[in-house]
Nanobody, 117 residues
Framework: QVQLVESGGGLVQPGGSLRLSCAAS????????MGWYRQAPGKQRELCAE???????DYADSVKGRFTIYRDNGKKTLYLQMGSLKPEDTAAYYCNWVNQFGAYWPWGQGTQVTVAS
């Protein structure tokens, strides 16, 4: 059973930066495409960034150029470096598997990011 623990969220002013971390209980994440998802109140969860096992990244248009996803396989940790934050980035952020089947590992508790002045 894969366990995912997200951290690093907080309150930040518009234009600020944050780095989110996702620690996994197993090294299986190093061989899978992983992603950062986010869910704002009243909205559906969306995939905002993903990274393949080979390090190829892709981003939602809404975060492209501002967010960077990367991983440290030795630490079994996924990261999301967020910059030029906007109020519309406010959401709970989660990491999980990205695959064609729409399958997920159990969701972690997420980490809340709030962008406000």
């Amino acid at each position: 059973q894969v366990q995912l623990v997200e951290s690093g969220g907080g309150l930040v002013q518009p234009g600020g930066s944050l780095r989110l971390s996702c620690a996994a209980s197993t090294s299986i994440i190093s061989s899978q495409t992983m992603g950062w998802y986010r869910q704002a109140p009243g909205k559906q969860r969306e995939l905002c960034a993903e990274i393949t096992s080979g390090g190829i990244t892709d981003y939602a248009d809404s975060v492209k150029g501002r967010f960077t996803i990367y991983r440290d396989n030795g630490k079994k940790t996924l990261y999301l470096q967020m910059g030029s934050l906007k109020p519309e980035d406010t959401a709970a952020y989660y990491c999980n598997w990205v695959n064609q089947f729409g399958a997920y590992w159990p969701w972690g508790q997420g980490t809340q990011v709030t962008v406000a002045s």
